[in-house]
């Protein structure tokens, strides 16, 4: 599935639904970001997840920030409220695997690609 913030993405998601792609609404929830937040954090400090040098994609980690609820929930937000500075990459990336967790092909177990 494709996850999309239904947040001004009608159109688009009526163009790529009807062009076939599997889209599924992925709310940017503090709820719905806390795990794949806290899987991406772990991953990185782990090793396992490598990011290739990307100027721009390195510039919006930089930039971002992780508020925490009071039930330990956490979301990347922009540090310090810079409404310059861009975490799209980062949230894309939560989203992305946001999705994949919330599907069929993921299980605790390991990864499951069909």
Known sequence: DIGYDSYNATQYTINAEESGLPMARYSQTLSNFNGPTKFIQMLIL????IIDS???IDWMFGNVE?????ND???PYKANGD????IDGVISMCESLGTYLASNYYSPEGWIIN
């Open 66 to 70: 992780l508020i925490r609820d009071h």
């Open 83 to 86: 409404k310059n500075a861009k």
């Open 54 to 56: 990307n100027p721009a």
């Open 46 to 49: 782990s090793g396992k997840c």
């Open 73 to 75: 929930n956490v979301k």
